[in-house]
């Protein structure tokens, strides 16, 4: 029988993971079956536990169930531990190894396939949820000059400082602290563009040459890009490029194999 993956959430009938990893499953012929697993929101341990014992190999999770990965795990990364939120689980002979591969996902996509420097930038994240926190580790790792945590609630931006300001230099504000503040790189990690919707941005915020990234994807051009170019910022992309990005990441710790993401990227995003 081929090992057997899956992608585990609710709602799953959206998640473009089985598609991503059947690119990934041709490019590198590797003997493995890719599924999508709906389960019910109080039934995320024994679904899994159940996967566990049929033979899987490993899952991605997605919502509503990362905080519920990480608490199953019987081992974490380090990126998984400062996050708290579990995106990958890796079923071994020592149990159940949970990661995160979010941010390296956004770094990759952002230091790669946008050619886009992040070491000595001033970067903003807005949001202080679970995609805010999965990409702020490895976004440090690249040695930003500052990182900028805002959030609707400071006190939840706050949080966030305490936990990662071990890792380089971080500060936490309200938007309305904002004002008067240029950063090179702006990320919109709240689920505004899912509504519709522009987070509480001050004009002037886009330093020359910076980059607008929204970490949505599939609505087109978002209020915060729209925002972003009409207020001068260069570089504007989607999420498209992280969700491949990660997902590479995850058949690498599954596979010891790294696939290549551009065509899959491109296939996802034809009019590029």
């Given at each position: 029988?081929?090992?057997?993956?899956?992608?585990?959430?609710?709602?799953?009938?959206?998640?473009?993971?089985?598609?991503?990893?059947?690119?990934?499953?041709?490019?590198?012929?590797q003997?493995?079956?890719?599924?999508?697993?709906?389960?019910?929101?109080?039934?995320?341990p024994?679904?899994?536990?159940?996967?566990?014992?049929?033979?899987?190999?490993?899952?991605?999770?997605?919502?509503p169930?990362?905080?519920?990965?990480?608490?199953?795990?019987?081992?974490?990364?380090?990126?998984?531990a400062?996050?708290?939120?579990?995106?990958?689980?890796?079923?071994?002979?020592?149990?159940?190894?949970?990661?995160?591969?979010?941010?390296?996902?956004?770094?990759?996509?952002?230091?790669?396939?946008?050619?886009?420097?992040?070491?000595?930038?001033?970067?903003?994240?807005?949001?202080?949820?679970?995609?805010?926190?999965?990409?702020?580790?490895?976004?440090?790792?690249?040695?930003?000059?500052?990182?900028?945590?805002?959030?609707?609630?400071?006190?939840?931006?706050?949080?966030?400082?305490?936990?990662?300001?071990?890792?380089?230099?971080?500060?936490?504000?309200?938007?309305?602290?904002?004002?008067?503040?240029?950063?090179?790189?702006?990320?919109?990690?709240?689920?505004?563009?899912?509504?519709?919707?522009?987070?509480?941005?001050?004009?002037?915020?886009?330093?020359?040459?910076?980059?607008?990234?929204?970490?949505?994807?599939?609505?087109?051009?978002?209020?915060?890009?729209?925002?972003?170019?009409?207020?001068?910022?260069?570089?504007?992309?989607?999420?498209?490029?992280?969700?491949?990005?990660?997902?590479?990441?995850?058949?690498?710790?599954?596979?010891?194999?790294?696939?290549e993401?551009?065509?899959?990227?491109?296939?996802?995003?034809?009019?590029?």
């Open positions: 029988m081929p090992d057997l993956y899956a992608v585990i959430g609710n709602p799953i009938a959206h998640s473009k993971s089985p598609l991503i990893h059947g690119e990934f499953l041709r490019q590198t012929d003997d493995m079956r890719y599924e999508a697993l709906l389960v019910p929101l109080d039934g995320f024994v679904a899994v536990e159940a996967f566990r014992k049929f033979g899987g190999r490993g899952m991605n999770v997605t919502i169930f990362k905080l519920e990965a990480c608490k199953i795990s019987t081992r974490l990364t380090e990126r998984a400062t996050s708290q939120a579990v995106n990958t689980l890796v079923f071994d002979d020592d149990g159940i190894l949970g990661d995160n591969t979010d941010g390296i996902g956004l770094v990759r996509d952002i230091s790669s396939n946008l050619d886009f420097m992040i070491t000595g930038k001033r970067v903003l994240v807005m949001g202080a949820g679970g995609a805010a926190r999965g990409v702020l580790l490895p976004l440090l790792e690249h040695q930003p000059k500052v990182l900028t945590i805002v959030n609707r609630t400071k006190q939840k931006a706050l949080e966030l400082y305490q936990r990662f300001f071990e890792y380089g230099v971080v500060i936490p504000v309200g938007y309305e602290d904002l004002s008067g503040y240029e950063f090179d790189i702006v990320i919109n990690a709240t689920s505004a563009s899912l509504s519709n919707e522009l987070p509480s941005l001050p004009p002037g915020i886009f330093a020359a040459e910076s980059l607008a990234y929204d970490m949505m994807y599939g609505n087109g051009s978002t209020p915060f890009l729209k925002f972003a170019r009409q207020q001068g910022a260069t570089h504007l992309s989607d999420g498209i490029g992280m969700l491949v990005e990660q997902a590479a990441e995850s058949f690498f710790l599954w596979r010891g194999l790294r696939p993401t551009g065509p899959v990227i491109a296939m996802l995003r034809p009019e590029t």
